[in-house]
C-alpha cells in the first residue's frame, strides 16, 4: 500500500514530531511511503535519514500553483491513501483526493477557531463543514480537540477518534542530563537556585507573556528562581518576540530569564531543570507536557483542553486559569512548597498516566488500525 503524507513543516514542533513517530514506526515492506512537506526545519533530514526523500512544497498558504503541483504528484506516485495534517495541507490534500478518488484521513493539530476573528472563524468554519463530507475519517490528537470540534455539523463518532499523542518514555528517560549546558548560562550557584523552563514555539498563542508577568510577580517572593524558554520563533511572530524581549530588559530580568531559541538538545536540557510550566492559552495535545511528565518533573499549567486531558488536578501536576499573571506566581510558589512525598507523588502518576493514555505504541497501534479500517472501507 502506498501512502501519502500531507504537512505543512518540518519545523521542530508537535505537527512534525508526531509525523515523524508515525513514519519511525511503519512497516515499510507493508507500507510505500511518500511525504509531501516544506523544507523549513530539522525533520526534513531526518525525514530523509528514514529513507524518505520528501517533495518541497508551500502548504501553508493558498496557491494555484502550489494545487497543481500536489495534483501531478498524485497522479504520478498514484497512493492508496492520503493522510493529511493541519490547515492548508488539510485543504490541499482532501480536495485533491476527492478529486482523484482517494481516502483522506485528516488529523487536527489544534483546533483553534475560536481565536479568529469573527470573519474569519465563520469561513473557517464553513470550509472545514465542506471538508468533513469530504474525509473518510478524522483524527483529533486528545478529547479537548475533539469537543471543540462539536461545532462541525457533519462530525460524529463514526467518522472520527481520538488519537492520544504519544512518546517513547524509556527512550527519553534514558537521554542525559544537559548540565554544561545550564552552567553555561551563568543563572547562579546550581545548588541555590530553581530553575523553570518551558518548551515552547514563541507565538501569541503559547502565552509567554502572562508568563513573564507572572515570574516577575514570583521572583519578588523568590529571588531564587530562574527561568529558560526553548522553541523556535515563526517569521511572522517576530514582533511579538521583540515585545517579549523588551518586557525582559525593561524589568531588569536579563540575567533571571534566558529565551533559548530552538535547541536539538531540548530535551537534555529539560531533564536538567526543576520545574516545567506551560502558559498556553490554546494547545492541541502538547508533546512538552508528556516530555516534562516523563523526565518526572512537576507541572504547573493553564487549564485548558490539552494541558487538562494530560494533567488532572493534584494527581499529575497544578492547573491554574488561563491569561492570569496571578495565578501562574501562584503556581510557581505552589511548585517550590512541595515536599518530597509529593514531588515523588506527582513523578510516580506522571509516569503511570504516559504509559496508560500517551505511548508512542499506543498511538501507532491506533493510527495504523485507522489506516487499515478506511482501506477497507474504500475496497
Given at each position: 500500500m502506498k501512502l501519502a503524507i500531507i504537512s505543512g513543516t518540518t519545523a521542530p514542533g508537535g505537527g512534525p514530531r508526531h509525523i515523524y513517530s508515525l513514519l519511525e514506526k511503519m512497516d515499510r515492506k507493508e507500507w510505500d511511503i511518500i511525504v509531501c512537506t516544506h523544507n523549513d526545519g530539522s525533520y526534513w533530514n531526518k525525514l530523509i535519514a528514514l529513507g524518505?526523500?520528501?517533495?518541497?512544497?508551500?502548504?501553508?498558504?493558498?496557491?494555484?500553483?502550489?494545487?497543481?503541483?500536489?495534483?501531478?504528484?498524485?497522479?504520478?506516485?498514484?497512493?492508496?491513501?492520503?493522510?493529511?495534517?493541519?490547515?492548508?495541507?488539510?485543504?490541499?490534500?482532501?480536495?485533491?483526493?476527492?478529486?482523484?478518488?482517494?481516502?483522506?484521513?485528516?488529523?487536527?493539530?489544534?483546533?483553534?477557531?475560536?481565536?479568529?476573528?469573527?470573519?474569519?472563524?465563520?469561513?473557517?468554519?464553513?470550509?472545514?463543514?465542506?471538508?468533513?463530507?469530504?474525509?473518510?475519517?478524522?483524527?483529533?490528537?486528545?478529547?479537548?480537540?475533539?469537543?471543540?470540534?462539536?461545532?462541525?455539523?457533519?462530525?460524529?463518532?463514526?467518522n472520527s477518534s481520538v488519537v492520544n499523542n504519544g512518546i517513547d518514555l524509556e527512550s527519553i528517560q534514558a537521554l542525559p542530563a544537559a548540565e554544561e549546558v545550564i552552567a553555561s548560562l551563568k543563572l547562579g550557584p546550581r545548588e541555590s537556585i530553581k530553575i523553570f523552563g518551558t518548551l515552547s514555539r514563541v507565538s501569541p498563542e503559547k502565552g509567554l507573556d502572562t508568563l513573564l508577568q507572572g515570574f516577575s510577580e514570583a521572583i519578588k517572593v523568590a529571588p531564587y528562581i530562574r527561568l529558560l524558554i526553548i522553541g523556535d520563533c515563526p517569521d511572522e511572530h517576530e514582533k511579538y518576540i521583540k515585545t517579549i524581549k523588551q518586557y525582559i530588559r525593561d524589568n531588569g530580568l536579563d540575567d533571571v530569564v534566558k529565551i533559548l531559541g530552538a535547541r536539538e538538545d531540548a530535551l537534555e536540557i529539560l531533564k536538567s531543570i526543576d520545574f516545567y510550566i506551560s502558559p498556553s492559552r490554546s494547545e492541541g495535545l502538547p508533546y512538552n507536557l508528556l516530555e516534562a511528565l516523563a523526565v518526572g518533573k512537576p507541572v504547573v499549567a493553564t487549564d485548558i483542553p490539552g494541558n487538562n486531558d494530560i494533567i488532572r488536578k493534584s494527581a499529575e501536576g497544578i492547573l491554574v486559569p488561563v491569561n492570569l499573571a496571578k495565578t501562574l506566581a501562584h503556581g510557581i510558589l505552589t511548585l517550590l512548597e512541595l515536599g518530597p512525598e509529593e514531588r515523588k507523588a506527582l513523578q510516580q502518576n506522571g509516569e503511570a498516566r504516559i504509559r496508560d493514555q500517551?505511548?508512542?505504541?499506543?498511538?501507532?497501534?491506533?493510527?495504523?488500525?485507522?489506516?487499515?479500517?478506511v482501506l477497507e472501507g474504500a475496497s
Open positions: 524518505i526523500t520528501p517533495y518541497d512544497l508551500v502548504l501553508r498558504k493558498l496557491s494555484l500553483s502550489t494545487f497543481f503541483k500536489l495534483f501531478k504528484i498524485f497522479r504520478r506516485e498514484k497512493p492508496d491513501l492520503i493522510h493529511t495534517h493541519g490547515k492548508g495541507p488539510g485543504l490541499y490534500g482532501r480536495l485533491l483526493g476527492w478529486m482523484l478518488g482517494i481516502p483522506v484521513v485528516h488529523t487536527f493539530h489544534g483546533f483553534q477557531h475560536k481565536l479568529l476573528p469573527a470573519i474569519q472563524r465563520w469561513f473557517y468554519l464553513f470550509v472545514e463543514n465542506v471538508l468533513t463530507l469530504l474525509t473518510r475519517h478524522h483524527i483529533f490528537v486528545g478529547n479537548g480537540e475533539k469537543n471543540k470540534a462539536k461545532v462541525l455539523m457533519f462530525l460524529n463518532d463514526s500517551f505511548s508512542l505504541g499506543l498511538m501507532t497501534e491506533k493510527t495504523f488500525s485507522i489506516y487499515k479500517k
